[in-house]
T-cell receptor
Framework: GALVYQYPRRTICKSGTSMRMECQAVGFQATSVAWYRQSPQKTFELIALSTVNSAIKYEQNFTQEKFPISHPNLSFSSMTVLNAYLEDRGLYLC???????????FGAGTRLSVL | QQKVQQSPESLIVPEGAMTSLNCTFSDSASQYFAWYRQHSGKAPKALMSIFSNGEKEEGRFTIHLNKASLHFSLHIRDSQPSDSALYLCAEYTNAYKVIFGKGTHLHVLP
């Protein structure tokens, strides 16, 4: 079956520092990977969409300078939160889809706490 | 900007009840809609999806899509405590993005 492994599950970083999270797709080819943030208020925001052989598209309020994403092949994607501050806290989820573009398979999420 | 709105934010029902969750979207051109379910501390998982106007039933779950009224709903018959979770409505846009609503917290009391 299709699975997405996401790590780390939890991370705590000091204000102003950066942290990186990774997702590994198993059992399918992750043609596109979307990164989301689920905030303490439970808002489910799309950060960016990465499709192989296309430019990464960031949503309003999210930038490459703050959330650089790498999607080098059909099984791996990573995102870094640079200069993390309190407002960046939340659960970061990667959702991957194959070429058919149907179901999004989510990783378990990386919960970011900022001190 | 495309928006997906869900209601209610939270819902408490007794075991055995019929539960109805609602979603409105903003782009009638979107082709594909889905409900995802997220249990506490877990990843969201796809529950059911639909392409065209109408209804689809799988076991105790029924989804209904009406593009004209921009409305998408999920109905759970004979709700069980194990159905307690956050339910997320998803709109698959023509820009290949998947936009989610904030979710409805469902609590089914035994």
């Amino acid at each position: 079956g299709a699975l997405v492994y996401q790590y780390p599950r939890r991370t705590i970083c000091k204000s102003g520092t950066s942290m990186r999270m990774e997702c590994q797709a198993v059992g399918f080819q992750a043609t596109s990977v979307a990164w989301y943030r689920q905030s303490p208020q439970k808002t489910f925001e799309l950060i960016a969409l990465s499709t192989v052989n296309s430019a990464i598209k960031y949503e309003q309020n999210f930038t490459q300078e703050k959330f650089p994403i790498s999607h080098p092949n059909l099984s791996f994607s990573s995102m870094t939160v640079l200069n993390a501050y309190l407002e960046d806290r939340g659960l970061y989820l990667c959702g991957a889809r194959d070429r058919t573009g149907g179901t999004l398979y989510f990783g378990a999420g990386t919960r970011l706490s900022v001190l | 900007q495309q928006k997906v709105q869900q209601s209610p934010e939270s819902l408490i029902v007794p075991e055995g009840a019929m539960t109805s969750l609602n979603c409105t979207f903003s782009d009638s051109a979107s082709q594909y809609f889905a409900w995802y379910r997220q249990h506490s501390g877990k990843a969201p998982k796809a529950l059911m999806s639909i392409f065209s106007n109408g209804e689809k039933e799988e076991g105790r779950f029924t989804i209904h899509l009406n593009k004209a009224s921009l409305h998408f709903s999920l109905h759970i018959r004979d709700s069980q405590p194990s159905d307690s979770a956050l339910y997320l409505c998803a709109e698959y846009t023509n820009a290949y993005k998947v936009i989610f609503g904030k979710g409805t917290h469902l609590h089914v009391l035994p």
